[in-house]
């Protein structure tokens, strides 16, 4: 057996001490703190967010535009329409309830539902935050994305139940889609995280 010398000795002392002290230090970092690069850690890169864009139309509001945006960019595009249109003297009026578009600003989005019972809203339907409008004093509520067909997403009999044409776009101040353009919506939807804002512009 080999005798090692006082100052190897006291080498090896230190040694175990700095191994000790590392060893320590890794134990005790923050939970969360992102692991040093090169020893195996990646930082965890910011989920990219979902969000909705509707893009109204000054000439023809009911030939607007419903995006679905990601990384800053629109991944889907659809027709839509908001409010009762240019023809009608509140149609591009943002306060006026039950008549006029949607109000610009950003809005809480809803989960969406594709076989809601409202009392007229039925089958596909996102639900939107409530909106004070531009005058400061008037809020637009019960605001939704949705079309006109069944709970069961069918088209029915009654005209509220059932996509007759572009008239349809028309509506109290919801953005609507058609009937298949609604469905390819939470088509596209399914593909990513749920959004949770909607911006009108």
Sequence with gaps: MSVMSPLRVRAAAIGIGALTLVTTAVATAPSGQAAPAGQGGR?????????????????????????????????????????????????????????????????????????????????????????????????????????????????????SQRWDGVNDYKSAGCIKLEHNDIKKLFRNLSRYPAPTRLTVV
């Design 43 to 159: 930082a965890q890169a910011a989920a990219v967010v979902t969000t909705l864009k509707f893009v109204r139309n000054t000439s023809d509001p009911q030939n607007s535009r419903l995006y679905i945006v990601r990384k800053g960019k629109p991944v889907a595009e659809f027709r839509a329409g908001s409010g009762l249109g240019k023809a009608h003297r509140n149609g591009r009026k943002e306060c006026a309830r039950g008549q006029g578009w949607l109000p610009d600003g950003t809005y809480k989005v809803g989960t969406p539902q594709n076989r809601y019972n409202g009392r007229i809203i039925k089958g596909y339907a996102i639900p939107l935050s409530n909106k004070t409008c531009s005058d400061g004093r008037t809020t637009r509520t019960e605001l939704f994305i949705h079309s006109e067909m069944t709970r069961s997403g069918g088209q029915g009999r009654k005209e």
